[in-house]
């Protein structure tokens, strides 16, 4: 076996801890573009209200009076009258720019120029780089590749969540979202460096196989398209329920959501995005059964973390199964896309942590 780096595994924690520090203030960038963009939106509907009261008083119809019990607050606050088949559908409205009540559905960046916004992503992309070096100088260090133990999983799966984020951050301007990604990610490093740090060391024999590269790395990129997914459920969920509220003649009380698609675009690309990570999760069970036949003898033995790596199959395969022919949209496909990532998030940890079995390779406090 190849000899421990002990100056490799120290550079690496160092980087790591760079790289959080990198993404602490990339989080905070990302929640004061949120803020600032929350504020203006306020001022605007101070402004826009005052000039809707004025008016209001000229009209005095019943038809108005009927109409304006449905639309007085979107258009009281200039959101627009519009939302009438929201009060049936909140989330089935469609258009390619912003309506004053969510952003375009295309989800393409606009002409605004978004300066705290860039300097976040930019943040990201930083954090990202020192990160991956860390990861690379964490397998040097080893002699192999860093996910090991939940120490070099957890590091290397919040890399490959940032990753994932900027990569669609070139297709789509999901910035929205980034104070939940990134601090997804800064949450992952922090466990990772308080609860789940080990020793860098050579892997137990069953892990040394080429089919660690393999399962390990898919089932990797898989839960950070989960995770990226996991959050843009969150939003729907909210923007969903906002979406009624305006309908029936509510006040907007979160003016900041103006700058997030309608619920139904979320939905639509969480569905995406899942599917591609689906596909991946079939392939860690299918390749994690090939392995285990290779190492133990069988390719399946109900041994606790197949299990779970198999309830998670199962949650996410309902969850495509019944958005594409039951009709299961909206919250309840939301619900289940975050029930999903639950159980991702139980089987990394309370799995590793608790239960005992063939795949017990967590190494905490060893």
């Not at 038809?63 to 979107?74: F, N, W």
């Not at 990797?220 to 969150?234: G, H, K, P, Q, R």
């Not at 392939?283 to 290779?294: D, V, Y």
């Not at 975050?338 to 608790?354: D, K, P």
Request: hydrophobic residues 50%; charged residues 15%.
């Amino acid at each position: 076996m190849p000899e421990i780096n002990e100056g490799f595994a120290q550079l690496s924690e160092q980087l790591m801890l760079v790289a959080g520090l990198a993404y602490a203030v990339a989080f905070c960038a990302y929640a004061w573009d949120l803020f600032t963009f929350s504020q203006a939106a306020k001022k605007g509907l101070a402004t826009e209200a005052g000039a809707g009261q004025a008016s209001g008083e000229a009209v005095e119809s019943r038809e108005a009076a009927l109409a304006g019990a449905g639309a007085r607050g979107a258009a009281g606050q200039g959101l627009g009258a519009g939302p009438q088949d929201r009060g049936v559908r909140p989330s089935s409205k469609t258009h390619a720019e912003s309506d004053g009540v969510t952003a375009g559905d295309s989800m393409r960046y606009g002409k605004e120029r978004r300066v705290v916004a860039r300097v976040a992503v930019a943040l990201t992309v930083v954090a990202a780089v020192v990160q991956g070096f860390a990861v690379v100088f964490r397998g040097l260090a080893a002699g192999r590749v860093p996910w090991g133990n939940m120490y070099e999983f957890c590091t290397t799966g919040s890399f490959a969540v940032a990753i994932v984020f900027l990569l669609v951050l070139t297709r789509r301007d999901l910035r929205f979202i980034g104070t939940f990604v990134i601090g997804l990610v800064l949450l992952m490093i922090t466990a990772a460096s308080v609860a789940f740090w080990t020793p860098v060391g050579h892997l137990v024999p069953a892990l040394q196989s080429y089919w660690l590269v393999i399962h390990v790395s898919i089932a990797v990129l898989s839960s950070a398209f989960f995770t990226l997914t996991f959050a843009m459920s969150v939003l729907q969920l909210f923007q969903s329920r906002r979406e009624v509220a305006i309908a029936s003649g509510k006040k907007d009380k979160a003016p900041v959501m103006r700058l997030v698609p309608n619920a139904l675009s979320l939905e639509n690309l969480s569905y995406r995005i899942n599917g591609i990570a689906f596909v991946g999760w079939t392939l860690t069970l299918m390749f994690g059964s090939i392995w285990a036949e290779k190492a133990w003898g069988r390719f399946w033995g109900w041994d606790t973390k197949e299990v779970w790596t198999f309830v998670i199959w199962v949650v996410y395969a309902g969850y495509l199964h019944a958005r594409a022919t039951k009709g299961w949209t909206g919250t309840r496909a939301a619900w289940l896309s975050i029930v999903g990532y639950l159980c991702v998030v139980f089987n990394f940890t309370i799995v590793n942590m608790y239960f005992s079995g063939l795949h017990s390779y967590a190494g905490v406090g060893s």
